[in-house]
């Protein structure tokens, strides 16, 4: 599992050297490319179905960040490589407490606090994404910096766990609505 971790943790520029011209590839790095291309659309698709906000939420917030700090860590240690990524760090704050604001929350008859997102938390995530892309490409282009996956999933966790910890707050709130279901009420917005 740690060799998995690790070959996950290489730059997706040697990743590509590693094809050969025949277009045969290596499976470690197709396998590396599905995990997180899989683990992110299933965090997405989450994102937008009604589910319990609940604290085991943070465990994959934790995994995602010890990912993201696996050697060789999510940056080069140079001035330049540890600006950019406490740039694209706290743009990953920003949008996960921007997106946890944009989640309707209403509580259940059986006390249970329930979250799903809708176009705006879509809308939100797409500009998460793309903020952290084009800062990557901006550090890439003038300092050089190589693309490193484990800036990603260090982003991914951060920002998770921000919108983790904001929807926890507002599910201590007496004031949410009240559903008979975990299922949104027809007239419920989920675009807020």
Known sequence: MLSLLALSSVAPTAQLAAFHADGSGDFAVVFNTVLVVGITV?????QF???EVRPRMYIWCALLVARGCVPPGPSEATTGGIGFLVLALAISVVFGALRARSMPMWRTTAGKVIRKGGMGTMWLWLATIAARLVVGAIAHVTTGEPINVNALWLGMGVTLLVQQYFLGLRAKD???PVRESAAPAAGLRTSE
């Open 42 to 46: 299933g965090v997405l698709i989450t």
């Open 49 to 51: 179905t009604a589910r």
């Open 174 to 176: 007496s004031a949410l």
